[in-house]
């Protein structure tokens, strides 16, 4: 059996691994970019502040390179995964200080300058969209697996 004796050039490695102008950091970061574009087309928009919050970052490790892409906002968690019987406690959304829930809807008819109020001992919840799940799906060139 023939020995074979493989020396690697450890600053080179990591300069095509961790260097911030390396490929390995720039290829992660040109899928993340396009990820976060196609987010911002698939996520739902009310006025916007959720869309415009949508980013990225890059960690770079010693053993990898990590791209984290979301949005800091609180509802847009709730937008992906869904609410109420929809979400992941699965049951209807009840009021817990009060009788009633009260919220303002988008349309419908009210006095001018003002939203239509609704009251309701309950509520099913919304759908969750999956919007970052499928924007990483649609830019990956990689097959993506949901846990």
Known sequence: MARVRVTINQ????RLTQ?????VVRH???????????AKR??????????ASIHHTIDIHATRVISR??????????????TGMFGPKRRRIT??????????VKSGKAAKGSRPVVFAKSVAGVKGDKWLVRAF????????RER
Do not use: C
């Open 28 to 38: 992660a970061d040109r899928i993340s970019r396009r990820t976060v574009n196609q």
């Open 11 to 14: 600053a080179e490695y990591r």
């Open 19 to 23: 260097a911030r102008s390396g490929p």
């Open 69 to 82: 892409i979301g949005s800091p906002l609180t509802y847009m968690y709730w937008q992906h995964e869904g």
């Open 137 to 144: 799906k649609a830019v990956s060139p990689y097959p993506v």
């Open 95 to 104: 009021p817990v200080r009060a009788k009633f829930l009260r919220f303002e």
């Open 42 to 51: 698939n996520a739902r928009v009310d006025e916007g502040q959720g869309r």
